[in-house]
């Protein structure tokens, strides 16, 4: 049985690097790629300003969208995002001025300087600079970002099948000895909120050669396998040894954790997909795939009350948290085993703690 250091360790050696939606852009030109009126008003010289002259005679209109026009004296009316006309160096909104017979009088003093309501071409990057790193999750402002760089890209997310294992569980109407198949749920909810969009569900009953079969037909169609049951030590746990027979490589199984000791993980390079055995409790299939195969950005907290454990095992216990005066705190919740599912309800995620620890990481059901 491995440590999770050395199980983070081995995942992180083993797992592909996926684009989870971004991939890296440079800015194909500066941007933005010309000077851009920011309000509607008129441009003019600051020069001519600064003498004193408060009433400029109009020349013309610039609109957003046109090519770059020159002022020759006086000044021009310019629209949001027109390009500011040559010549000119600020603008003054239309609420200080008074335009009739065409001419613009300013009639409200305020303190004005260069480049006022002017956006600087190349002041947000320059050409070929990185807008964005490969690998961020992907979100809206991503695509938009990218758009103006003239890339259009669709979020490149792995395809995942979240595979649920077991005799007892069924979608509804549970009988007496069953109950109903939520571990598959939950996992596709997690990985969805962290990037994983092509998320398909499945499940299998406790048959040795279904599993196989299923895993022959499936597995080279898939990115991730991700398994909830069947790993552990009971005479119906056959997903292990399928494996093996599938020629899966095996980079670990159990783990010195509580929750989640029997994880399993490996890889398949035959068929290029990645093998994932999660515990079949839901608390413990959920920490699992958090606390390794989700990308998530660590955080350390502050515990309010002291952390007892009767083990010499790594720790992940469900805590709530608060934000006081810049730290965060995080309050340990109850919870009797790794079966008791709705304990999580009212937790915001997972520390970590291994017996010892002075500070603890912080993992949350959803990244911040």
Partial sequence: MITVQEATHLVQKHMPHWVMGTKEVRADRDYPPFNRVMMDGIALRLEDYDKGLREFKVEGVCAAGEAQKSLKSGCMEVMTGAVLPSGCDFVIQYEHLKIENGSAKIIVEVPRAKFDSVHLEGSDCHKGEVVLAEGRVFNGS????????????????????????????????????????????????????????????????????????????????????????????GKFDYLPNVWADMGVTKHFHEVSQKPGKPLWFGTDDKRNTVVIGLPGNPVSSLVCLHRYFLPSRKINVRVQSEIQVKNKLTNFIPVTIEFKDGICLATPLKIKNSGEFTALSGSDGFI?????????????WRNF
């Fill in 352 to 364: 970590e703690f291994d017996g010892v620890a002075s500070s603890y990481s912080f993992f949350p």
């Fill in 142 to 233: 991503h695509v938009g970002i990218a758009a103006s760089m003239g890339e259009n890209f669709k979020s490149s997310s792995p395809k995942v099948m979240v595979i649920s294992t077991g005799d007892e569980l069924v979608e509804a109407d549970p009988l007496p000895h069953q109950i109903r198949r939520s571990n598959a749920y939950a996992l596709k909810a997690s990985l969805e909120l962290h990037g994983f969009m092509d998320v398909v569900l499945d499940h299998l009953s406790d048959d040795a050669k279904m599993v196989a079969d299923h895993y022959q037909k499936h597995a080279s169609q898939f990115d991730m396998m991700i398994y909830s049951g069947g790993v552990s030590k």
